[in-house]
């Protein structure tokens, strides 16, 4: 990974990071199929993780809080089920009552997943394998622009 990546991750803003990946996807020439789900993959991730990390309550998918976002814990969320997992405990933070309770803004994370064919009224409920491997493919696109 290039030092600018570590840079962006530990203190762009969501914009910042979606913008830096898109120019890089331009001068790499993916092709299109790969270019239209980069973006809205990273954004959909992004939206919670920058705010975590904002707000000093950033962990890691085995759920112990880290200090720092950087590329590789963002891949490591980037796995479907690690960010199908995230989205659940983010609303179950969300409605705690609690000092856990958090207020993480999930339409950008939850839209992304239910158009992936994630329910998310159901944790225990499945999704496609396409849809998991597709996704392997979209953070390897990713890796190779950071």
């Not at 239209?36 to 991730?45: G, K, L, M, N, Y």
């Not at 089920?81 to 705690?96: D, G, M, Y």
């Amino acid at each position: 990974m290039k030092k600018e990546s570590y840079e962006l991750f530990k203190s762009a803003t969501v914009d910042e990071i979606i913008s830096h990946l898109a120019k890089e996807l331009q001068t790499k020439n993916e092709s299109a199929f790969w270019a239209t789900r980069v973006v809205p993959f990273s954004e959909a991730i992004l939206s919670v993780l920058v705010v975590l990390r904002d707000e000093k309550k950033l962990f890691n998918p085995e759920g112990v809080m880290v200090d720092e976002l950087t590329p590789e814990l963002f891949f490591r969320w980037s796995d479907f089920v690690s960010l199908k997992s995230l989205a659940f405990k983010i609303q179950r933070t969300n409605r705690a009552t609690d000092e856990s309770k958090t207020e993480i803004d999930l339409s950008k994370l939850a839209s992304y997943l239910s158009a992936n064919g994630v329910n998310l009224e159901n944790e225990q409920l499945d999704f496609p394998i396409p849809t998991y491997n597709l996704h392997q493919g979209v953070s390897n696109v990713i890796k190779s622009l950071l």
